[in-house]
């Protein structure tokens, strides 16, 4: 299994809302990142996980909350978001190498589609 | 500050042609740079990357060439076909961490039949 999956493919919340993306691989991956892309923009770094602990935060707002269950899996957790957060939200997974030593493949799901109304 | 960027937002070509689609880094120190092809609806798919002590690399169709001299990053697609219509963005990994992904603007890259 080479894939990154994630669900919901597309998603419509109000400002008061809370809801969860959430993004699987089965490849053995042990770091997942979690992007942000606006239209016709590049996607952004938002947040790390290596071995299950959070190891980059981009200064990103707290209304956006990830969490690492497993190895296997991602969540991000929406609350209070505004219109200005709606955008794809990409979940990405590469090997990590020994003291992150080197540059190791990211692989991207399809992504979810949000629309903060 | 760190920045990757695009000359040209748009490239239209005809089927069989070779496409360049050109990228500006900044960031002198990075280790890495990587071209990443992204169809509608779908994310970034990794094409090629090329290491920052090489000048040249080849893959199937695809040619990556580095001139660290301008700062200067170019993707090479030969015989361009309309399954190769997509954005294209290069990213770089800055030296402050292997992980850290920072992508240039993206060129839109449409293949006429």
């Known amino acids: 299994d080479t894939e990154v999956t994630q669900t919901p493919k597309h998603l419509v919340m109000g400002m008061t809302n809370k809801k969860s993306l959430k993004c699987e691989q089965h490849?053995?991956?042990?770091?997942m990142y979690w992007y942000k892309q606006k239209a016709k923009k590049p996607p952004e770094l938002m947040f790390v996980?290596?071995?299950?602990?959070?190891?980059i935060n981009e200064s990103v707002p707290s209304r956006f909350s990830p969490e690492c269950p497993n190895s296997s899996l991602l969540n991000l957790h929406l609350h209070a978001l505004q219109p200005e957060d709606s955008a794809l939200y990409l979940c990405a997974s590469s090997q990590v190498s020994p003291s992150d030593s080197s540059y190791n493949e990211q692989f991207f799901g399809p992504g979810t589609r949000l629309t903060v109304l | 500050g760190e920045s990757v960027g695009l000359h040209l937002p748009t490239l239209s070509v005809q089927e069989g042609d070779n496409s360049i689609i050109n990228c500006a880094y900044s960031n002198s120190a990075s280790d890495y740079f990587i071209w990443y092809k992204q169809e509608s609806g779908k994310g970034p798919q990794f094409i090629i990357d090329i290491r920052s002590n090489m000048d040249k690399r080849q893959g199937q169709r695809v040619t990556v060439l580095l001139n660290k001299t301008v700062k200067h990053l170019s993707l090479q697609i030969a015989a361009t076909q309309p399954g190769d219509s997509a954005v294209y963005f290069c990213a770089e990994i800055p030296n402050t961490g292997f992980q850290k992904l920072v992508f240039g603007t993206g060129t839109r890259l449409l293949v006429s039949p």
């Open positions: 996980y290596s071995y299950e602990k959070l190891s």
């Open positions: 490849m053995g991956h042990r770091a």
